[in-house]
């Protein structure tokens, strides 16, 4: 997709587990037709620094200010890439995990339990959601096909990345967004709230699932344009 270049920084937007950067297809066609420019990363799922220091060095690949978007788990990463790409200017959390220094994952959902996640996969592989329950888990409020379709397709996540610790906080010094899907089963709205009030990020909500980006992409460009209309 060809970009179009505007005043403001370029969007990156960094897909969290169990998804690709397809998650993104229908944010980033609004995006483009709003003349932004935007890229949606390669997220490896190998661990949390390692997959900070990969989105950070993407960052850093492109020429001038960098807004920095994160789903689910990429909130993680993003959170983590901030503090090692000098071109970032902003952090937009979509129904992400906004870590604070030294805290994983794993320490956000002990705090705020969602329901069991129904896994494949051990210790010493890429764990996925189990494809019968991920319709229920992360993608309650899309059409059947299109939920049997992401669970078909989803990709595996290292459980470093659930057990890693941050190892800064870039909301601390960078300006935060944060979108609260209502609806979601995988991260609680209340952990998305918490994350969200600790950040001092300027929060939206809409009804919706995990899978928000695909269900309700508009509610999450408008909030990304109030971020970019911000960083302008």
Known sequence: ???????????????GGFAD?????????????????????DNP????????????ATARGIAGPVLLAGHGYGGAVITGAGTQAGN??????????ALDAGESVDD?????????????????????????????????DLPASVAASMAA???????????GRAAGAAWRTLPSWYLIAADDRLVHPQAQRFMAQRAGARTSETAGSHAVAVSQPTAVVDLMLTAANVLA
């Open 1 to 15: 997709m060809p970009m179009v270049s505007r005043t403001g920084p370029t969007m990156l937007l960094v897909h």
């Open 21 to 41: 950067a397809a998650l993104w297809s229908a944010v980033v066609a609004q995006l483009w037709e709003a003349g932004v420019a935007v890229r949606a990363a």
């Open 45 to 56: 799922l190998h661990g949390l620094d390692v997959d900070a220091a990969h989105v950070a």
């Open 88 to 97: 970032a200017v902003g952090l937009v959390y979509v129904a992400g995990y």
């Open 108 to 140: 956000v959902n002990r705090r705020f339990p969602p329901a069991p996640l129904p896994t494949v996969g051990g210790p010493d592989t890429h764990v996925r959601i189990d494809p019968d329950a991920f319709a229920a888990v992360f993608a309650a």
């Open 153 to 163: 397709s989803q990709r595996g996540i290292a459980p470093e990345c659930l057990t």
